[in-house]
């Protein structure tokens, strides 16, 4: 893919429809299967196109930007590497737990992926990414998806009341992983 020459100034608000006045970056949060939905539509719409217009290009840069996000929250394993992978414990036809989102728990770095066997034997046991698309996996059905994003907002550390603005900024941020020591940290308890 060639280097994205897009720069967003502010964030996207949908100017027609009925959607109108919604914001894409909370639009991440609240509906991505959405917007995976409508960036697939323009881009078939648009194929053949010389120029994309402004949805088009605000678009893919945040869905891209969903994939690289830093993580300020460190492996409970290691606790050195920013958490990457989630162990959950069910299935598409029972749903996964809500004790399987635990923060704490079942989640690790890349490196430690080994550490998440972490269910009892003859429990089916998945492990995902820690990353936007995830939110599309077929495996999850609506109310399991909301409680993975749930735990994507803990990671990455974001406000209860997220606005706008500090959406914007969280997807503009710099994809440069942040590393804390562990007596800097203070993980959200899950399920508080
Ligand atoms: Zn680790």
Redesign the pocket.
């Known amino acids: 893919m060639p280097q994205e020459p897009y720069k967003p100034s502010g964030p996207y608000v949908i100017q027609s429809g009925p959607r109108m006045g919604q914001v894409l970056e909370l639009l991440m949060f609240n509906n991505y299967p959405f917007l995976r939905w409508l960036l697939n539509k323009i881009e078939k719409e648009d194929r053949g196109k010389n120029r994309e217009n402004r949805l088009h290009q605000h678009l893919r840069w945040l869905i891209a930007h969903g994939e690289d996000r830093p993580v300020p929250t460190?492996?409970?394993?290691?606790?050195?590497?920013p958490?990457a992978k989630i162990a959950l414990s069910g299935s598409r036809k029972d749903g996964y737990s809500r004790d399987s989102f635990r923060l704490r728990v079942h989640t690790?770095?890349?490196?430690?992926r080994r550490?998440l066997h972490v269910f009892p034997a003859g429990n089916r046991q998945t492990i995902l990414d820690l990353k936007f698309s995830t939110i599309v996996w077929r495996g999850f059905r609506q109310h399991d998806r909301e409680q993975f994003v749930q735990l994507l907002k803990e990671i990455f550390q974001l406000p209860l009341d997220l606005n706008r603005q500090r959406a914007f900024e969280f997807f503009v941020a710099k994809p440069t992983p942040i590393q804390f020591a562990p007596h800097q940290l203070q993980l959200p308890m899950a399920g508080a």
């Open positions: 460190v492996c409970p394993h290691c606790c050195q590497n958490v690790s770095c890349a490196d430690c550490e």
